[in-house]
């Protein structure tokens, strides 16, 4: 069974730009969650999507957007990207909120 | 909000060693869940506990959801090399309102082990 995958795994990208990350679930998991790695904040809670609706979201701002498609497939979207916002993006996936969350290997977004 | 203190914050054991690490809250949560990540990777689930009290073993891991809901622990017996990594502990409150799918984490534990 394949695990999480994201895609891509580098990124750079230059302040105030936008870009979109996306991941692929394990078969059968509809729920994807997101989280921002940094060194200073550990990991935090981005936004969660299951069935192609987003049921939560972190404190981050608007320029963070999701969303997922009809085959659990999820996306996420930076606009106007800041050098705070270098950082691995991390998702996760789970049969449902409550199961265990399986990790992908992430998308270190590097922007300068 | 919520809050998860995890300790140590670094180890540095010898090889067959046993390890000890913890974590608590400020608020209850109904499932704890233990990851190892290597450098530049994903977290990788070790442990899922579900129930106050809880105590689940995975190889060398054990791992208990404490029965006040608050804390949880994780032990690694007879470490070896390949144990070097950061552990993390990750609390998540019930399903429905501000917590659908929502992880907290602690803020690591960088376990070195030396042969």
């Known amino acids: 069974k394949a695990g999480v995958t994201q895609t891509p795994r580098y990124l750079i990208k230059t302040r105030g730009q936008q870009v979109t990350l996306s991941c692929s679930p394990i078969s059968g998991h509809r729920s994807v969650s997101w989280y921002q790695q940094t060194p200073g904040q550990g990991l935090q809670f981005l936004f969660e999507?299951?069935?192609?609706?987003?049921?939560n979201k972190g404190n981050f701002p608007g320029r963070f957007s999701g969303r997922q498609f009809s085959n659990s497939r999820s996306e996420m979207n930076v606009s106007t990207l800041e050098l705070g916002d270098s950082a691995l993006y991390l998702c996760?996936?789970?049969?449902?909120?409550?199961?265990?969350?399986?990790f992908g290997q992430g998308t270190r977004l590097t922007v300068v | 909000g919520q809050q998860l203190n995890q300790s140590p914050q670094s180890m540095f054991i010898q090889e067959g060693e046993d390890v000890s690490m913890n974590c608590t809250s400020s608020s209850i949560f109904n499932t704890w869940l233990w990851y190892k990540q290597d450098p530049g990777e994903g977290p990788v689930l070790l442990i899922a506990l579900y129930k106050a009290g809880e105590l689940t073993s995975n190889g060398r891991l054990t791992a208990q959801f404490g029965i006040t809901r608050k804390d949880s622990f994780l032990n690694i017996s007879a470490s070896i090399p390949s144990d070097v990594g950061i552990y993390f502990c990750a609390g998540r409150g019930n399903a429905g309102g501000t917590s659908y799918g929502k992880l907290t984490f602690g803020q690591g534990t960088i376990l070195t082990v030396h042969p």
């Open positions: 999507y299951f069935s192609e609706t987003q049921r």
């Open positions: 996760a996936s789970s049969m449902g909120a409550g199961d265990e969350a399986f």
